[in-house]
């Protein structure tokens, strides 16, 4: 029996500009790969119960394998109501709670981790030999970068630190990281003398800044200092160009997981 095509569902609410690219980015992945993309687009003022209930049609679409709710909702809207909506089978995101909530447990494994901590890990595991025993500083605790990549690497017996707006002498705790991982969203934050000699540098920064040289008047940053880093580093990732495109890597392969499940 043939795989049907598989199918990716985005759903965009609002305008914010950022958004509006990485969805872009994700339709052309489904473009390059084969997976037919259907793009759902509302204003932000949608209601509750009618994003509920769009999703809730998503999901009863067999041609669609997987459902993307493009993050962060504006104000107004639960987050976790909505992602809840989304059946688990067709989760590949990775943010259902229940597919968290097994992450975060030994001996549990989630039906799809989330997109951007996979890739991170995929990234670590080409280039290092082992995690295990590494010690690990996340710079940032969100739900979409922060907590599930420090539950992946625990996976991996790593030693876990994660770090956020309350911690106190940070460029200490950096530098003594075999691998730093920055998901802040602060300009070049993280300096050169924040970093262990020798360490991997994972940015996973995506931050606007003001450059009258180019045509859109703005150049994208990381949260780390990159030349600086360069510097002290042994391999650090860019921005753009780093984590990005292994953050849609490993959509699409969930979303082809997705669809052969579908057709067992």
């Keep these: 029996m043939n795989l049907p095509v598989p199918g990716l569902a985005t759903v965009l609410v609002g305008e914010d500009p950022a958004s509006q690219s990485y969805v872009r980015a994700k339709h052309r992945a489904c473009d390059e790969t084969g997976i037919k993309s259907y793009a759902i687009n509302y204003s932000e003022d949608i209601s509750q119960k009618k994003l509920e209930g769009a999703i809730s049609d998503l999901a009863h679409e067999p041609e669609i394998h997987g459902i993307l709710v493009q993050l962060p909702l504006p104000k107004g809207l639960d987050e976790e109501r909505i992602l809840n909506t989304i059946p688990l089978e067709k989760d590949v995101d990775g943010f259902h709670p229940i597919n968290i909530g097994r992450l975060a447990q030994k001996g549990r494994q989630p039906l799809f981790t989330p997109c951007t901590p996979s890739g991170i890990i995929y990234l670590l595991k080409k280039y290092t030999n082992t995690l295990e025993g590494k010690r690990a500083v996340i710079l940032g605790r969100s739900n979409i970068v922060g ?91 860019p921005v753009p160009g780093g984590v990005g495109p292994l953050t849609i890597a490993m959509l699409m392969k969930n979303t082809l997981i997705a669809a052969e499940r579908a057709d067992k």
């Design 147 to 237: 907590m599930p990549v420090s539950l992946l690497l625990l996976r991996e017996n790593a030693t876990i630190t994660i770090c956020h707006s309350r911690t106190k002498d940070l460029p200490l705790i950096t530098k003594e990281a075999d691998i730093l991982i920055a998901a802040i969203g602060r300009p070049k934050m993280v300096k050169g003398s924040w970093i262990k000699p020798g360490a991997v540098v994972i940015d996973v920064g995506v931050n606007r800044v003001e450059d009258s040289s180019k045509k859109s008047g703005y150049r994208l940053v990381g949260d780390v200092d990159f030349e600086e880093a360069l510097e002290v580093a042994s391999a650090i990732t």
